[in-house]
């Protein structure tokens, strides 16, 4: 229970690092099927509850063996762990909609190259001829075609108007609607806003819209990069101090709308957001004025500051434990991979090699429906380990008969 607990902790506290939780490694294992209820906080207090019963039955020699109480750990450790088997079978959301046409595009740009002001128009064409790329026979078009985190990586209104003018004539000319990530910058209520975002555009978009970056699709991230997208209060001394120069990006708001597009209503979220399942709830509730939840995730990354490391398997295998809790596909755009569809029960479905440019079709269909933990997140699961810490404090101080 302590284990969970502060698994728990560590995925809140000081904004939240929560890679290697033990629950993301029960993702192939009997143990997922507890995700749809209770999320990766109680699948890592399941997983270290079967290990620590299994651990219990070698006791040291004066203790006289295994002990009838040991035995009991051990047989409902097995009866949880085997109860997943059917819970993954359920069907938490059913299919809505037609299928949508979606092409992922991985443009492999090198990190050294991605902010080099020397190269931008180099990285813009490599993407632009991606996203142009005639479909293989048989294959549809895309309805949808998303880029990675960042495409464009200086502020919309840098960029000359007439390169927005390209991406919209392509879109209309594919007749698809066209996400990319790129950092904004605009003016609310006379205050300067600087975002990390995802825009949405067709054919009939104005290409004053995109210089002044107000599309009607927007996703602005929400839960920002300590140091990297933002400074923590206290420390702007420290910062200014050292002349370090770090972004300081303004929060998306807890709800946005999704992006409407082919009958589907897609949730994007940004970079390590897919970390934190409760952060993606929101999108799939009914909107303020009736507008449906979202019916397809989908994350937009850049890794290429991990090269070809084991990030790159974590983060796909991260994206496969939320579809589960919520019982949604997802999409992975990345910049170096791994570019990936992902259906509602966690199984890649088609994925592109790490650090290759490329492009991905792939048809999904958006599901719709809530699980218990897109309805309550991570209040269940801390219930039961509060319970559970509880109980042992109250067995811990019972006296022990002779």
């Known amino acids: 229970a302590m284990w969970g607990a502060f698994e728990w902790l560590r995925s809140v506290l000081l904004t939240g690092f929560p890679w290697l939780n033990i629950g993301y490694a029960q993702v192939d294992s009997p143990i ?15 997983a270290a509850f079967v290990a620590a019963a299994a651990a219990s039955l070698w006791q040291p020699s004066r203790t006289a063996g295994m002990g009838p109480r040991h035995a009991l750990a051990a047989g409902v450790a097995v009866a949880l762990a085997a109860a997943g088997w059917p819970l993954s079978r359920i069907d938490w959301s059913a299919p809505v909609g037609d299928p949508l046409n979606v092409r992922l595009v991985q443009g492999n740009i090198g990190q050294s190259q991605k902010f080099d002001p020397a190269l931008l128009e180099q990285s813009l064409r490599r993407h632009l001829e991606l996203t142009a790329l005639p479909g293989a026979p048989g294959v549809p ?16 209104d840098q960029l000359d108007p007439r390169v927005w003018e390209v991406w919209r004539d ?14 904004l910058h605009d003016r609310v209520n006379g205050r300067e806003r ?17 210089v002044r970056g107000n599309t009607a699709m927007r996703y602005d991230k929400r839960h920002l990069v300590p140091w990297g997208e933002y400074v ?35 949730a994007f979220n940004i970079c390590y957001e897919d970390l934190f399942g409760p952060d993606l709830l929101p999108a799939l509730q009914p909107g303020p004025n009736g507008e ?45 991979g791994i570019t990936a569809a992902i259906d509602a029960k966690g199984q890649v479905a088609a994925q592109l090699a790490p650090l290759q440019a490329g492009v991905l079709p792939v048809s999904v269909q958006g ?17 039961l380990i509060g319970l559970a810490l509880i109980a042992a404090v109250g067995s811990a101080r019972r006296p022990r008969r002779g």
């Open 141 to 156: 078009a895309p309805q949808l075609v998303i880029l990675p985190e960042t495409v464009v990586p200086i502020f919309q």
């Open 194 to 210: 600087y975002t990390n975002s995802v825009i949405g555009f067709d054919g009939a978009t104005p290409v004053e819209q995109l």
């Open 292 to 336: 449906p939840g979202a019916t397809i995730l989908v994350n937009v990354s850049n890794l290429g500051w991990f090269g070809d490391s084991w990030a790159l398997r974590q983060h796909l295998q991260i994206g496969r434990l939320r579809t589960i809790e919520t019982a949604r596909p997802m999409l992975t755009a990345t910049n170096t």
């Open 367 to 383: 599901m719709t429906g809530l699980t218990p933990y897109a309805r309550f997140g991570d209040k269940t699961a801390l219930a």
């Open 232 to 266: 923590p209060p206290g420390f702007h001394w420290f910062v200014e101090m050292l002349n370090i120069p770090l972004g300081d990006f303004d929060r998306g708001g807890e709800r946005q709308t999704p992006f409407a597009v082919g009958g589907q209503h897609i």
């Open 32 to 46: 997922a099927g507890w995700a749809p209820l209770l999320g990766v906080h109680d699948m890592a207090f399941l």
């Open 170 to 183: 392509l879109a209309g000319q594919r007749n698809t609607v066209i996400a990319m990530g790129v950092p």
